[in-house]
């Protein structure tokens, strides 16, 4: 994958499930590693090991969901957010003791990070950036709907006997037998006819 702020072509291994105890569940290890930086630069985010930078991330995003490419784009998508909390740290320094007593210790935190988020507010304030504005396109016409003519179904005319096979002479027609109540037809010379076979 290529790190979009970079440009930098990052190799990402997935390392499988690792176990650490019954209390906590199964975490992936997934590892990325990408070219080290030239001689004398110094490394912040990583391990240099020879020519190469590894970083270790460790999840529990399920392998059918979520692939490593997806895993590190979630982390490198906060990566504003960690610089202003990297800023925070070093600016207010909240971790530091400053009181004698568990509740007056949490008191200046809670303090300190009102303070944090106070500076950034009237901070954007200050500045007179105008926000963007979507301008949204007129709507358009629905099409008009066009209703496809139906044709009219053909109609047939009443059955009709057929008639002597060829017109030979000596033959008779279909209207010559009688139909009689039980399905069978009855010839002139009076003997039953039932039908046997059809063909197509």
């Known amino acids: 994958m290529t790190q979009v702020s970079t ?16 209390a906590m569940p199964p975490l992936r290890v997934i590892v990325a590693r990408h070219r080290a930086p030239e001689s004398g630069k110094k490394v912040s985010v990583g391990k240099c090991i020879g ?21 590190l784009n979630l982390y490198h998508g906060r990566g504003a957010f960690e610089v202003v909390l990297a800023d925070e740290d070093v600016e207010e320094d909240p971790d530091r003791w400053c009181s004698y007593t568990e509740c007056g210790q949490e008191l200046w935190q809670i303090t300190c ?3 944090w988020n106070l ?4 901070g954007q ?7 963007r504005e979507i301008e949204w396109a007129a709507a358009k016409e629905a099409p008009s709907v066009f209703v496809a003519a139906e044709n009219t179904p053909e ?14 002479t000596g033959r008779l027609g279909a209207e010559s037998f009688t139909l009689q109540d039980n399905g069978m037809l009855r010839c002139p010379a ?6 046997s076979e059809v063909r197509a």
């Open 113 to 115: 990070q009102w303070v």
């Open 155 to 168: 109609e047939y005319g009443p059955w009709q006997w057929a008639r002597p096979f060829g017109g030979a």
């Open 190 to 195: 009076g003997a039953s006819l039932w039908l």
């Open 51 to 71: 020519e190469w930078v590894y970083e270790v991330f460790i999840t529990t995003l399920p392998t059918d969901g979520f692939l490593v490419e997806d895993v």
């Open 7 to 22: 440009n930098e072509a990052v190799e990402v291994f997935d390392g499988g499930w690792l176990s650490l105890n019954e």
């Open 119 to 122: 500076r950034l507010a009237l």
């Open 125 to 131: 304030e200050m500045q007179t950036d105008t926000l």
